[in-house]
């Protein structure tokens, strides 16, 4: 398993040259991010009573997240193929089908309530967030091994497996993410600019992380297949 300073260097040396279209990639949900977090968070009570403003609000979060699972693969299929930067991002972005996003959206409902249930005594949460870490990645590999798999089964299979595979990598992984503690803090004191090179960074290197773990359990995914 490569080690934390391995893996970003590595996604530094990806991103070396490729900085723009990386940031073309990952800005929209930076921005989405960013106008969602600006509403929640914001005291004008107007903007929390008034329809338009939260059907708005709604709709750039559910934007948000389908373009999140469309970065997060396309940041995958980079990792493992650097032609993948010189093709068609929007296309790669919402290409996924639509009961592919519908799975991942129940994956990610399921994940967040259990969650938030573990988060009311703090630490079984954060383990239970590292725990299903790698279940969205799975999912892209085994729905690209077996496209028929239903979409319930692929999200039953890469919980399990991701819960399987982070065995003994938890605290590696923990680490892994607080390596960008920094970078977190400097993004917030520029008022979100820095997430704009923060995003393509970080995703990539978590990207990194899963194709390393999944090399490294070849055996125990084909076990799932």
């Known amino acids: 398993m ?3 300073s391995e893996l970003k260097k590595n996604a530094r040396q990806t991103l070396r040259g490729h900085w723009q279209r990386a940031i073309k990639l990952t800005i929209v949900p930076v921005i989405l991010t960013l106008l969602s977090a600006a509403y929640k968070y914001s005291n004008v009570s ?10 708005w609000y709604t709709l750039f979060n559910v934007t948000e997240l389908v373009m999140a699972f469309g970065i997060i693969y396309t940041l995958l299929d980079w990792v ?3 032609d993948i ?3 068609s991002l929007p296309g790669r972005i919402f290409g996924l089908s639509v009961n592919t996003v519908l799975a991942l959206t129940v994956q990610f409902a399921f994940m967040s309530f259990i969650v938030s249930i573990g988060m009311l005594i703090i630490i079984p949460g954060i383990i239970f967030i590292l725990m299903f870490s ?6 892209k590999d085994q729905h690209e091994t077996d496209p028929k798999m239903g979409a319930w089964e692929g999200v039953i299979n890469s919980v399990s497996l991701s819960e399987s595979m982070m065995v003994g990598h938890k605290w590696e992984f923990f680490k892994l993410n607080l390596s960008f503690l920094g970078w977190l803090l400097l993004s917030i004191a520029t008022l979100g600019i820095g997430f704009i090179w923060l995003a393509p960074y970080y995703q990539l290197t978590m990207a990194g992380y899963y194709d390393a773990l999944a090399a490294e359990n070849r055996a125990l995914i084909a076990q799932h297949a």
Request: aromatic share 12%.
């Open 80 to 82: 493992r193929n650097t």
């Open 134 to 139: 790698q279940s969205v990645y799975i999912y």
């Open 2 to 4: 490569l080690t934390n």
């Open 85 to 87: 930067i010189n093709q």
């Open 46 to 55: 107007w903007l929390h009573t008034n329809l338009a403003a939260r059907e």
